[in-house]
């Protein structure tokens, strides 16, 4: 009876601690000092450079940062702004290969505004 007992214990312990470290997980700050953030500073820059090697090379890096927090924002974000955000990414990967400066430029602004209003996930 004891063993049950200790068994139950351990069991809401565990569900706490879970409980208590989802909100962590589920609301992580967005903002442009993050890696999403950084990545579109950065990726600006260059295109601003017109260094589109470099400026293809952050686009990639950023769009990879941005798959992994897509899914914790998609659940506590409204998901228009979700999809707005990776049309500009999709638009900001074109312009760049297309060497448009002023699209990239504009997309990125874009992601930017975006990014502020996603606020936290």
């Known amino acids: ?5 200790y068994v139950i214990v351990v069991i809401l312990v565990v569900l706490g601690v879970a409980m208590g470290l989802a ?5 992580k700050p967005l903002t442009p ?4 953030g950084r990545g579109i500073e950065q990726t600006l820059a260059a295109v601003r450079a017109e260094d589109w090697g470099r400026a293809s ?3 990639a890096r950023l769009e990879t940062d941005w798959k992994r927090v897509k899914v914790p924002i998609a659940v506590n974000s409204d998901a228009t702004a979700v999809r707005d955000f990776e049309t500009q990414l999709a638009t900001l990967r074109a312009a760049i290969e297309l060497r448009d400066k002023n699209a990239a430029v504009t997309a ?5 505004t975006l990014v502020e209003d996603l606020g936290t996930y």
Request: hydrophobic share 55%; glycine share 4%; proline share 5%.
């Open 108 to 112: 990125l602004a874009l992601m930017t």
């Open 1 to 5: 009876m004891k063993a049950r007992r």
């Open 23 to 27: 909100p962590t997980y589920f609301r």
């Open 33 to 36: 000092s993050g890696a999403v």
């Open 57 to 59: 090379a952050l686009a």
